[in-house]
């Protein structure tokens, strides 16, 4: 085969709009497998959720990517590599989200710190931990994987970066109004060290530690497993999956990525919920 991996996107991706995987990608996957090939999930959720639908969906025995780059996973769901913020730096981006008004979330490993408690965070254990029902997801697994999550309310995230010193992989920023797009310029501008793309056509902001991407991390990994960067296809659908398009030698948009998701990719699939994933698969890996 020419591409010898194929690193997936989750939502937008993989899943369809009812968070469930269709089983025409499972079977595409399976198949791709079963002649060689890698799979790798590259994802904005957390290690926990990257697992679990990794597992649910038969790929037990490959790595996963989460956090946008910030986690590398083994099979076990044990860290590879783990990238964190610098603290001046956290304490500025709070400082600039607090003069703008603007909420913003933080992500410590498997807990999510909030400010307070929103329409953003109150379901989040539940929206990063799906159930899977429709995909083969097993309740008592469910349950085991959500019980490893939890929302931490901070009243004072200023004094908490200052005292704690917390290791934070990734941040989610989101806002009523239209003024996201803008706001990453400013980040880009006052703050610095950080990384930041959307994977909500910038509806929210993703950030992860300066250099640290789904690309970065992809790039490394394939060095470990000994596959050229040329021989991995890679398929996403949102602004956060752009570097690893572009990287990839073959690089896939979904038919439901924003235009200038698409023009970064060589091709474009169905959307997610046209079983993309699957077509792409049949189309140009087998």
Not at 192 to 220: Q, R, T
């Amino acid at each position: 085969m020419k591409y010898k991996l194929l690193a997936t996107d989750l939502d937008g991706t993989l899943l369809n709009e009812q968070k469930e995987i269709d089983v025409e990608n499972i079977e595409a996957i399976q198949e791709f497998r079963q002649k060689g090939g890698r799979v790798v999930i590259c994802s904005g959720r957390s290690p926990s959720s990257t697992r679990w639908i990794a597992d649910t969906i038969g790929l037990k025995g490959e790595p996963t990517i989460a956090y946008n780059g910030a986690f590398t996973l083994d099979e076990n769901g044990e860290i590879i590599e783990q990238s964190v913020f610098l603290h001046d730096h956290l304490l500025s981006f709070w400082e600039l989200c607090q003069g703008e008004k603007i909420y913003a979330h933080f992500y410590e490993g498997e807990t999510l710190l909030v400010p307070d408690v929103t329409k953003w965070n109150e379901r989040w254990i539940e929206n990063n931990i799906p159930t899977l029902e429709k995909t083969g997801g097993r309740v008592e697994d469910l349950m085991r994987v959500r019980g490893k999550c939890q929302i931490k309310t901070v009243d004072d995230l200023h004094r908490y970066f200052k005292t704690a010193q917390p290791k934070i992989t990734k941040i989610a920023v989101f806002d009523e109004e239209d003024r996201l797009f803008d706001f990453s310029k400013v980040i880009a501008k006052q703050v610095g060290g950080m990384e930041v793309s959307s994977s909500l056509n910038f509806l929210n902001l993703e950030i992860s530690p300066a250099g640290v991407s789904k690309a970065s991390s992809l790039v490394k990994l394939t060095k470990q497993l000994e596959i050229p960067i040329s021989q991995v296809a890679a398929i996403g659908d949102n602004y956060n999956d752009s570097l690893m398009l572009a990287a990839a030698g073959l690089g896939i948009a979904m038919e439901n990525a924003p235009k200038e998701v698409k023009e970064i990719a060589d091709v474009v699939t169905g959307s997610n919920d046209e079983a993309g994933v699957a077509q792409a698969i049949r189309r140009y890996l087998l």
